[in-house]
């Protein structure tokens, strides 16, 4: 059984385009979190939320725009997309936010901006 | 806020021997260190952890040290393998309004060598 899922795996688009990104996890945790790994590897956190409230927004362009239907769901939506996004962007899960967990990551998505 | 340092970036070593990599972090109040390893391709999976009130935690072949007056730690896995061959994360856990997130270092490519 997946415990972190993501899709899609791989995304390829062009400057200026909208993509979505959708991560689920079946762990019944109450914190889901988004980071992007840039081409040097360097795992950055973007946001948190915990059961759908946001409490971690890092410095993080406002074209990047999470939700969270429900606690075991969190989407990121990117506007107008940028050479820079390019990246793989990982979701994670933790059990408790405000307690320090280990963290679950998902499979990843490689999103790559021609 | 935190600042995670993690050395050295790249560490080959030969099958058999052991394998050393140092984190330092500056936030004090960090009370949560752990260790991802990721394999190409993959997604960080962690593989110890430590918190603030233990100094030292093994398991089989991998331990951690924690060292809090200096704001160390160091991962320590002996008797490598080839399938260790990885890249490594240490990560410090500062509370953050309340909030807790990781902080991650820079990683360290360890390459064992057959």
């Known amino acids: 059984d997946t415990a972190v899922s993501q899709t899609p795996k791989y995304l390829v688009t062009q400057m200026g385009n909208d993509k979505s990104i959708k991560c689920e996890q079946n762990?019944?945790?109450?914190?889901m979190y988004w980071y992007k790994q840039d081409s040097k590897k360097f795992l950055k956190i973007m946001f948190s939320?915990?059961?759908?409230?946001?409490?971690i927004n890092e410095t993080v362009p406002n074209r990047f725009s999470p939700k969270s239907p429900d606690k075991a769901h969190l989407n990121l939506h990117i506007n107008s997309l940028e050479l820079g996004d390019s990246a793989v962007y990982f979701c994670a899960s933790s059990q408790d936010g405000f307690v320090s967990y280990e963290q679950y990551f998902g499979p990843g998505t490689r999103l790559t901006v021609t | 806020g935190e600042n995670v340092e993690q050395h050295p970036s790249t560490l080959s070593v030969q099958e058999g021997d052991s394998a050393v990599i140092k984190c330092t972090y500056s936030?004090?109040?960090?009370?949560?260190f752990p260790w991802y390893k990721q394999e190409l391709g993959k997604r960080p999976q962690l593989i110890i952890d430590?918190?603030?009130?233990?100094g030292e935690k093994k398991d089989q072949r991998i331990a951690v040290t924690l060292n809090k007056t200096a704001k160390h730690f160091s991962l320590h896995i002996t008797e490598t393998q080839p399938e260790d061959s990885a890249v490594y994360f240490c990560a410090a856990s500062p509370p953050t309004s309340g909030t807790y997130k990781y902080i991650f270092g820079t990683g360290t490519r360890l390459k064992v060598l057959a």
């Open positions: 939320y915990n059961n759908k409230e946001l409490i």
């Open positions: 936030d004090s109040a960090s009370n949560y």
């Open positions: 762990l019944g945790h109450d914190t």
């Open positions: 430590i918190r603030s009130n233990v």
